[in-house]
């Protein structure tokens, strides 16, 4: 179990990153601080932790200055900003991650198996309890970046966008600034997805009809397989399609 604390002075940045460490089972918040005067007094007398995620544009005292007199009570110290600008001075402060803001669910797992290589953080199974996590949080481009739930069982394909990818589900559609990629690390530790174009990966047991290379999804969805995808598909369909003693 990795400790953390939270240092920003905006309640809904501390919020959304609440709930970003509540997703995933290695990860515990210990304390959030808005004032960082006050976190600087407290951390005479706090224990060392595992991460501190510290914001660096904050009143009376910013996460850069303030990092030098807490360096010391962390294992790993991320440094959360919306400016870029801070990159080097991030740097300087001998961070060991910088989360651009905002910061993705799938972002931040990434960032934080970076941090633990030696052990994973895997966001779906608790392995005290053996229950498994059915679902993430992401925050939606269109809906002023409020963070919705999406459930894996709900999700009929994931469409990239750029910079954004388009998640489907049975009931909406949520875009979100997330790459393909980075959300297909995270599929790739759930069965029953697959990536069928560059630009699609789409979950199997969504799919409503195969016509040749045309694939239609049950939200009516039509995705072409793509060429360096159609063996692995191939291969899926074969080993699902129910052969009969006689072929017309």
């Known amino acids: 179990m990795y400790k953390c604390i939270i240092i920003d002075d905006e309640p809904h940045a501390i919020e959304g990153l609440t709930k970003y460490i509540d997703s995933l089972s290695e990860l515990v918040l210990t304390k959030s601080y808005i004032d960082p005067l ?6 005479d007398r706090i224990e060392s932790v595992d991460i501190i995620f510290l914001d660096i544009d904050m009143p009376k005292i910013n996460g850069i200055e303030l990092s030098k007199e807490i360096r010391n009570k962390t294992k790993k110290l991320v440094f959360t900003t919306a400016h870029t600008k801070y990159a080097y ?15 993705s669910l799938g972002k931040f797992i990434i960032t ?18 053996g229950i498994k ?36 589900t049975l009931t909406k559609k949520v875009l979100t600034y997330m790459s393909l990629t980075e959300i297909a690390k995270i599929l790739n530790t759930m069965p029953g997805f697959m990536q069928l174009h560059r630009s699609f990966i789409i979950s199997l ?4 009809t195969i016509d040749g290379s045309l694939v239609k999804m049950t939200n009516g ?14 291969a899926f369909v074969a080993d699902k399609l129910i052969k009969t003693g006689k072929q017309t």
């Open 38 to 43: 006050l976190a600087l007094k407290d951390f």
């Open 89 to 103: 001075e991030a740097f300087e402060a001998n961070a060991d991650a910088f989360l651009l803001k905002p910061y």
């Open 112 to 129: 934080i198996n970076k941090l633990f290589p030696e052990k994973a953080i895997d966001e779906k199974v608790e392995e005290n309890t």
């Open 133 to 168: 996590k059915d679902f993430f949080f992401v925050k939606s481009k269109e809906d002023d970046l409020k963070i919705l739930k999406i459930r894996y069982a709900d999700i009929v394909a994931i469409e990239s966008k750029q910079n954004y990818v388009m998640i489907y």
């Open 205 to 208: 047991d969504q799919i409503e």
């Open 221 to 234: 969805i039509r995705i072409s397989v793509g060429d360096n995808y159609r063996k692995e598909f191939n």
